[in-house]
C-alpha cells in the first residue's frame, strides 16, 4: 500500500463518502458487488487489502465483521491460518433485493403510477404501515404515490390510477432534498474527476480495483436506494442523478469486477 | 284555495321540503323555474296563489320579497294597483349558473378527472381558496378531485389526471352525508307517490300547477346542487340520486310550465 501509485491514492481519498464511512457497511457494498453469489468467499487477508487502504484500521474491521456476524449478515470459516468471510442466505437476500436498484443502467422506465389516499386522521396509520412494506412515495400526511398496479386487496383506501401533470417545486424539494441533491453532485464530480487522472500508466492490482469499487458502489447504493421510484417529471431541474449513474457506470466498466480466488491470491 | 282538490292538497303537505321552508329560497325557486327570462314577471297576486296553499302567509311573502330586493335579487315595479316582480341581471346570472345542474335530466356524462394535492401545512389554505371558485370536491385536507381538463397556472399543487380503481367507504360517506341521502330518499318517496294518487278528474289551474312545480323544483335543487361532480363509482351502493332524477322529471313533464301570462290571470 505504501507503494500504491499516487493516482490510486488521491482516487481513494476522493471516492471516500465525506458523510458515511461506517466499515460495516463498506463490507455489505464490497461482498454485494463481488462476492454477492453462493459460494463467493472472501480471505480476511483480502479484506485487509481492499478495505485499508481507505484509512480503515484492521481493528475496525474486525469489530464490523463481529457486528455482521452478529447480525445474521456474514459467516466465517476457518482454513488453517486463513479467515474466510462469505454471506448467509439471509445477507444474500438482503443484498439480492437491492442490486437490481444499484446496478440499474438506466433509470426505469415510466411505468403507470397509482396513488393511494387514506383518510384524514385514523388513516395516516394505515397508510405508514404500507409504506413500510411496498414502494411507495409519501407525498403528503394522507397520500402515496407507488409504480405498477394499484393493489386490490385495499377496501380502506381511495385508489386512483394517475398521470403527472404538473410537479410543483415543494414535491421536488420533498423528493430530492439538499443533502440527497449535494450527495449526488459530489459523488458525479469526484467520479468524473477520478475518470479523467487515471493514468495510462496504472497496473492495478485486483484489490486496488475492489478498493475503488467498493468505493464507488458504496456511495452510489447511498444516493440511489434513497430516490423515489417516480418517472422523471419527480426530479428537480438541477437534479445531476443520471449524469452521475452514467459516470458511474463508466467508471465501473474500467475496473471489471475481480473474482474472489484473484482477490483472496493477491 | 279552499275548494283545492284534496289530492291537490296532499300533494302540497307531501312535497313540502321537511328541513327548509324558508319563503326567499322557495321564490328564487320559483322564480328560476318558471320567470328566468329577461322580461318575465310575475305578479304579487300571482305569487300569493302559488304560495300561499303551502302554509305561507301574505305576510311571510313580503318580507321575503323585501329581503331579496335588497339582497339585489328581484326588483318590484307597480302598474296601477298591481306589483310586478321580476329577477334582477344579478338574479338572472345566479339562477342561470344553477340551472344546468338543476335541470339536467341526465347525471354528468363520466369526464375525465384530475386531482390536486396541496403541500401538507401550507398548502390548506391554498385549496381553500381553489374549492370556493371552481367544482371541486375535496377528498382530504390537501386533496380534491375536480372534472375536465387540470388547471394551467398552477403551480403549487401536484396535479394529477386520474382515473378511479377504487372507493372506499369513508370516500361515500364524506361525500354523501346521512342527511343527503335522506333528502334524497325521501324527496324521491314523496315524488312517487305524488305521481301514483294524481286522479285523471283533476283540472289544475295554471298556479296550481306552479305550486307543484316550485315546490318539487326548490327540494331537488336542494339535493342535486350538494352532489359531488364525480363518476358513478363514487356514490355510495345505497345511494337513490338517480331513481329520484328520473321520478322528478317525471312528475314535472306532467306538470308542464306555466307561462308568467297565464299565471298573472288566474
Chains 1, 2 share one sequence.
Not at 486463513?82 to 437476500?93: I, N, Q
Not at 397508510?127 to 394499484?150: F, K, V, W
Not at 431541474?237 to 473474482?259: E, I, K, N, S, Y
Request: charged share 25%.
Amino acid at each position: 500500500m505504501t507503494n500504491a501509485h499516487p493516482w490510486f491514492t488521491q482516487a481513494v481519498a476522493e471516492l471516500a463518502d465525506p458523510q458515511n464511512q461506517r466499515v460495516w457497511s463498506i463490507i455489505v457494498s464490497l461482498f454485494g458487488d463481488m462476492a454477492q453469489e453462493r459460494g463467493a468467499k472472501i480471505s480476511g487477508g483480502a479484506l485487509g487489502r481492499i478495505i485499508e487502504p481507505m484509512g480503515i484500521k484492521p481493528e475496525a474491521i474486525r469489530v464490523a465483521l463481529h457486528r455482521l456476524r452478529k447480525d445474521g449478515w456474514i459467516e466465517s470459516d476457518r482454513v488453517g491460518r486463513v479467515s474466510m468471510h462469505f454471506l448467509t442466505e439471509y445477507g444474500r437476500t438482503q443484498s439480492a433485493r437491492v442490486t437490481p436498484r444499484i446496478y440499474a443502467r438506466d433509470p426505469a422506465p415510466d411505468t403507470p403510477l397509482h396513488l393511494l389516499i387514506a383518510e384524514d386522521g385514523t388513516g395516516t396509520r394505515l397508510l405508514e404501515d404500507i409504506l413500510l412494506s411496498h414502494d411507495y412515495t409519501p407525498i403528503g400526511r394522507n397520500t402515496a404515490l407507488g409504480p405498477g398496479a394499484p393493489p386490490v386487496d385495499q377496501d380502506e383506501l381511495l385508489i386512483l390510477e394517475v398521470t403527472t401533470r404538473s410537479v410543483p417545486r415543494w414535491v421536488h424539494e420533498k423528493l430530492f432534498p439538499p443533502d440527497l441533491r449535494a450527495a449526488c453532485r459530489s459523488l458525479h464530480e469526484a467520479v468524473r474527476h477520478v475518470s479523467q487522472g487515471r493514468p495510462a500508466s496504472w497496473e492495478p492490482t485486483p484489490c486496488q480495483i475492489a478498493t475503488l469499487r467498493t468505493l464507488i458502489v458504496h456511495r452510489w447504493r447511498r444516493v440511489v436506494l434513497r430516490l423515489p421510484d417516480l418517472p422523471d417529471r419527480f426530479c428537480p431541474p438541477d437534479w445531476t442523478g443520471p449524469a452521475c449513474r452514467a459516470q458511474v457506470f463508466r467508471l465501473l466498466d474500467q475496473l471489471p469486477r475481480p473474482l474472489p480466488e484473484d482477490l483472496n491470491q493477491d
